[in-house]
Structures are given as structure tokens and as C-alpha cells.
């Protein structure tokens, strides 16, 4: 049934997440991370995934590259059940897909230089041939707009942090992957540079024909490069749908407060008061039915009592609301 | 202009000592805030503008060495008796930082850290320092504050700690705050509660306040004035409706550029600013904008424009070739 209910069913899936639930004990205490998310990525497109923090998106983004472990469900990576694997396969599925982090100093190795850190990933798959590992670092360098003879030979703490990104990006490029989850790739870095980063995405993503999984929780950041956006809250899927349809006619009232949250460069738009909604409720006790209840205007019994699937509201756009603010056609 | 400022901070420069050479973190800074409004300082990280906000409130690096003249409400910040100093701060000057979490101290319940700074400098005894207490936490939108009295910050979420720390800078009624990029720590949707939070109090209160910030989106509706600052130096400053109709320095045009927009088609290419910012401790020659300038010419690298009064009053920059208005020429 949730089958059903996903988007681009039709287009050829390379990423497909089934059901997928992943917890954690915590002192004693389980935390519900992700609970019962389904969804789907192209191949060739970007799918964003915004939420605040806390709401497990990072977790999804890992769940899927098998980092964490899913207590059920599937991820299928280009038809390859990736829950089922383990050891060399699962290596092997690994250099397809790559991960780029938030903190792009973090990341680095504070003692290595950029040269092995960016041909560790060769090493590790196995290209023997010290000349050829050396090419295709210059090659993918180059492509991220730094100077290898310049780069190379020097340590991360030589570097700006959008600088340090750029070099993420090149290690996650460098096996040639199709795949690439970007988990708040800018959010640490400064609006002049952000734009830099986010066309830099941009062009390797044409470049090298990548598919991205693109988590952040600036949705200004999400639309500009994203072809759908999925909203998630405290576990589950609130709505997905085509970036900029989601964006004109949210059906979610999550959806709806996330885009009035946004500050408007604009002294002439007054910011609306904002609706004293509270915070999250806790991943530990999530709230029954509807985990967005407790914040949401609309709430009523039934959201207590059962818990909204993902339903068509719009061509391609899904949202779990028993209330929805656009009806279904 | 002729109003007495609350605030005047006079050709402030912050200069701080590193392995690498002196580093000029402020480089003269001029700005007045008038009781009861607000000023937005925005510029990104390394442009001076926390190193601003710690000369203002005298609470700089040890090593670093301050100039200028900081004039708060009659008399010079700077140089002032560490006593008195004392006096002024958490009472009629006080702030807001960036991280709640590291601004609280983690082994005091917050009724303490509360109590504690009502007690000793409005001199309450320990029953009306605690009524009052929890009349703060309720004025910032805590609910059940009787309770949290007892909790200490690892109990609260983030927003929660936020709204904590505004409480304490609230409690002796300052006449200025400055908040440091208080929401940056923070999700989109508590941010905008917590920037409603600090508007009503101030207006409320008519309290004046400087809003630090690395987002032009959170000045535009919510400040009086916004100065723009790069590389150390204030590059543009003008009444905030003003600047938002018409930027004058390309620095700003280009941060506002560089920003997202939620109404823009995806995959639109965001126009970057290239390169970036410049390093403290290597001073350039010439305006410190020029080498990422799209409009930079001759003078500009040889020669540092001044932040000088234009055709209004009011709007000042520092550019030699400053954005011309669509109209061509100001009328």
C-alpha cells in the first residue's frame, strides 16, 4: 500500500527506502529515529529531505548507507537489498554511494595531507597503481575548482572551511559514485561561501551524473537544489512532493509552519507573529496518532487515535494529514 | 542625529596579538544606538562583529588592545573601574549569546542563576527574588516556571535554554542588550519565536537593542538601523528600510544576492560572491572588498574609501563606486 502511495513510481528508482524503522537505547530509554519511512530516489534527481534537528534525518541519511543498523524494513540500492549485506558485498555497494558531512573540518583528518586523504578511498577499493591514484586526485581536485600542486602536499587546517568542503567533495567524487547524501553540506558555512558550495553541488551533480539525497533543514537551501522535497517530523514523512508545487501549496500544516518560519530579506513583509506552537515532543515518548499533534493547530481526536498514512493530495505530492490544508482532487 | 544616543561607540579598533602577526579584528568603528531601538550588525564570520559587541561590553581578550571611546549612557566604557564595570553588566547592560548551552552554567539550576543575578544587583532578598523569577520565565513564554526553578540546563531543549538565557539579561531591565546571533543555535521555527520573544520584550520595555547577526533575512522586519560589516570595518549603514530599497555597497548587494530564495525556481545558479574574505592579519591595500568586487576599478586597490554620508543623511558606505539607484542618479 505504501507502494502505492510513492512518488516517480513509474521513473526508474535508484535509491528505493522500504518501511524503514531504526531505533536507539539511550540510558534505558529507546529513541524512535525513523519510524515507517518509505520513499524513493531517481536516478538523476535530488531529493530533499528537511526537517528540524532531532527529527532523523541524519539517521535515514545513514540507516541508508547501512551505517546504522534498521531494527526493520529495506533499503534497496539499484535493485540490491543493502540491509541484507554484509562484509566485501556491502563494501563493494558502499563505492557506489558517498557521504559528505556537515562540518568539512571535522571530517578531515588533521594530520594527514589532502592528497591521501582524497586517495583513501582509492586505496581502500583497490586501485593498485600509485600514478594512476595520483591522476584521478589531480583530475577530481581540478574539478572542484582547487589547484593540485597547490593543494596536495598540505594539511586541513590550511584551509577555509568552504575550502575543506570542496575537498570533501572531491574525496566523495573521486570513486566516481552515483550516489551522493549530502547531510547539511553547507550549513556550517558562511552565506558568501554557501552559494559557492551549493553551485559547486550543482555542477558535479551534472558533471558526473549523480543522484542526491540532499538533508538540510534550511528549506531555502533544500528548493534551491532540490527536484522534490520530503518533510519529515519527529520520524516519519509528513509530505513529499515537487519542490516548488510543495513549496506554492504545502498540504502539511509542518510544511506550512517551516516556510513561515523563514525570515524574508524584506523589511516591507512584516514577520507574522509567530504562532506559539511549542517544540518537539521527544523521539523517547513520540505522541500517539499524529506526532505532529502537539504542536498543530488542527489537531483533533482523531489525530490522537490513528496515525495519518502518506495519501495523494496533489499530482505527485503526498502528505500524512488527516486534515490536510489542500484537499485531495 | 541630534538626539543623544544611548550608545556611541567612537572610532573603536580592536587589534589582538597571534603567531601570525597582529591581527586588527575592528578597524574604527563608528555607531550610535538611541534608547528603544534596535541595530542590526550583520556580516559573516571573522568580519569583527562579536569582537565589536566584547569591546562594547568591555569584555575583550586579555591581550587585546582596544581603542576609542565606547560611551554608554553618559560615561567612557573604556577604562572604566573592572567595579563598576561589574555594576553596569547583567544591570543595565547585558546580552544574549549565541549558545545557550555554553552560556549557562550547567552545575546551578536555573532558579539560582536566575536569583543569583536579581539578588545582587537589585538587591532583592531570596523570596522576592524567586517571585520574580518566575514571573521572567512565564514573560518569555516557559511554561510551568515554578518547576523549572529546579532544573538545570541539560533538562531544557535548546529554544527552552534560549528563552532562559533572555530571562537573565531581562531580569534587572537593562537599557541595552545585545543579542549575538542568538537563533543561529537554533531550528527555523524556534527562531522566529525567539526573535518575536526579544522584539516584544524590547518594545515593552523600551529597551534598546543590538542585534548581531549573519543573515540579512532576520534584520530586514525586525531592526531600526543596520550597519554592514567586512573585513573589520562598518561598509554600509542606513536606516533599514532604506537599505533594503536601495543597497549602495556591492559587499551587501552581493550577501543579499547570495541568499537562497525560497520563491526562485530550483536549480537556479545562486549568484556566489568569488573568493573570500580576506586575512586579518595581512592587511590589503585598497579597499578590503576589491579583490571579490564585480564593480572594483583603479582607485579601489590602491586606496581605502572612508564610510562617508551620501545624498541622505543617513545612509553612509564605503565604496568608490557604490550601486547607482535604477532611477540613475539620486534625485
Known amino acids: ?52 534537528s532531532g527529527c532523523g534525518k541524519s ?51 588533521p594530520r594527514r595531507r589532502i592528497g591521501d586523504i582524497i586517495a583513501e578511498p582509492l586505496v581502500i577499493s583497490g586501485v593498485k597503481d600509485p600514478k594512476k591514484r595520483q591522476q584521478l586526485v589531480c583530475d577530481v581536485l581540478s574539478a572542484v575548482g582547487l589547484d593540485p600542486s597547490l593543494v596536495i602536499g598540505r594539511l586541513p587546517h590550511e584551509f577555509s572551511g568552504g575550502q575543506c568542503q570542496r575537498i570533501c567533495i572531491a574525496r566523495a567524487l573521486v570513486l566516481n559514485p552515483e550516489f551522493i547524501i549530502c547531510d547539511e553540506p553547507v550549513s556550517a558555512l558562511d552565506v558568501s561561501i554557501r552559494a559557492q558550495i551549493l553551485n559547486l553541488l550543482e555542477e558535479m551533480k551534472a558533471r558526473y551524473g549523480l543522484t ?58 512584516r514577520p507574522a507573529e509567530s504562532v506559539p506552537v511549542g517544540e518537539p515532543a521527544s523521539p523517547i515518548s513520540p505522541p500517539s496518532g499524529c506526532r505532529f499533534r502537539t504542536r498543530c493547530p488542527r489537531a483533533d481526536q482523531r489525530c490522537i487515535d490513528e496515525v495519518p498514512e502518506l495519501r495523494p493530495v496533489a499530482p505527485d505530492q503526498f502528505a500524512a494529514c ?6 485531495a482532487g | ?71 554608554f549612557d553618559g560615561q567612557d566604557l573604556v577604562g572604566l573601574a573592572p567595579e563598576r564595570l561589574r555594576k553596569l553588566r547583567g544591570r543595565s547592560l547585558a546580552v544574549v549569546f549565541q549558545d545557550p548551552m555554553t552560556s549557562l552554567n550547567p552545575v546551578l539550576t536555573i532558579g539560582t542563576q536566575l536569583i543569583e543575578t536579581l539578588q545582587e544587583h537589585l538587591e532583592l532578598d531570596g523570596h522576592a527574588a524567586k517571585q520574580r ?122 550577501l543579499l544576492a547570495a541568499i537562497p530564495k525560497i520563491d526562485a525556481a530550483p536549480h537556479t545558479p545562486l549568484p556566489a560572491i568569488s573568493g573570500r574574505p580576506p586575512d586579518p592579519t595581512r592587511p590589503i591595500q585598497g579597499c578590503s572588498f576589491s579583490p571579490r568586487c564585480r564593480y572594483a576599478a583603479g582607485q579601489c586597490y590602491q586606496e581605502k574609501p572612508l564610510l562617508a554620508v551620501s545624498e541622505s543623511l543617513d545612509h553612509q558606505y564605503a565604496c568608490f563606486h557604490p550601486i547607482q539607484t535604477t532611477a540613475g542618479v539620486d534625485a
Open chain 1, 1 to 52: 500500500m505504501m507502494q502505492d502511495a510513492q512518488p516517480s513510481g513509474s521513473r526508474d528508482p535508484l535509491l528505493k527506502v522500504e518501511n524503514l524503522v531504526v531505533e536507539y537505547a539511550i540510558g534505558g530509554k529507546t529513541i524512535h529515529a525513523v519510524s515507517d519511512v518509505s520513499l524513493q530516489v531517481a536516478r538523476g534527481e535530488t531529493l530533499g529531505l528537511v526537517g528540524e
Open chain 1, 59 to 109: 539517521t535515514l541519511g545513514r540507516a541508508v548507507l547501512q551505517l546504522r543498523q534498521a531494527v526493520s524494513g529495506r533499503v534497496l540500492f539499484d535493485g540490491h537489498d543493502l540491509t541484507a549485506m554484509q562484509g566485501d558485498a556491502l563494501r563493494r555497494m558502499r563505492q557506489r554511494v558517498q557521504l559528505i558531512f556537515q562540518d568539512p573540518i571535522a571530517s578531515l583528518n
Open chain 1, 212 to 269: 542526491l539525497l540532499f538533508i538540510a533543514h534550511d528549506l531555502a537551501v533544500v528548493k534551491a537544489v532540490s527536484d522534490r522535497v520530503a518533510v519529515m517530523y519527529l520520524g516519519r514523512l509528513c509530505e513529499v512532493g515537487p519542490s516548488e508545487q510543495l513549496f506554492a501549496r504545502p498540504a502539511h500544516p509542518y510544511t506550512a509552519l517551516l516556510i513561515e518560519a523563514i525570515p524574508v530579506p524584506d523589511p516591507d513583509v
Open chain 1, 322 to 327: 488527516h486534515h490536510p490544508l489542500i484537499a
Open chain 2, 1 to 71: 542625529m541630534s538626539e543623544p544616543a544611548l550608545l556611541s561607540v567612537e572610532g573603536v579598533a580592536v587589534d589582538l596579538p597571534t603567531p601570525r602577526g597582529n591581527l586588527r579584528a575592528v578597524d574604527h568603528v563608528d555607531l550610535k544606538v538611541g534608547a528603544g531601538r534596535t541595530l542590526g550588525v550583520v556580516g559573516e564570520s571573522g568580519c569583527g562583529k562579536t569582537m565589536l559587541s566584547r569591546a562594547i561590553l568591555q569584555l575583550l581578550p586579555k591581550k587585546a588592545k582596544l581603542s576609542g571611546r565606547v560611551m
Open chain 2, 133 to 254: 523569577s518566575i514571573e521572567l520565565l512565564a514573560a518569555v513564554g516557559i511554561p510551568a516556571p515554578e518547576q523549572r526553578l529546579m532544573q538545570y540546563p541539560h533538562q531544557l531543549s535548546g529554544g527552552m535554554r534560549q528563552r532562559v538565557a533572555i530571562a537573565i539579561a531581562l531580569s534587572c531591565e537593562p537599557k541595552l542588550l545585545i543579542a549575538d546571533e542568538p537563533t543561529t543555535a537554533l531550528d527555523v521555527t524556534i527562531q522566529a519565536q525567539i526573535l518575536d520573544l526579544l522584539a516584544r520584550e524590547q518594545r515593552r520595555r523600551h529597551m534598546a537593542m543590538i542585534l548581531i547577526t549573519h543573515d540579512l533575512g532576520v534584520v530586514a522586519g525586525r531592526t531600526d538601523e543596520v550597519a554592514v560589516m567586512y573585513a573589520g570595518r562598518v561598509v554600509e549603514r542606513a536606516p533599514t528600510p532604506a537599505l533594503f530599497k536601495q543597497m549602495r555597497m556591492p559587499y551587501t548587494e552581493a
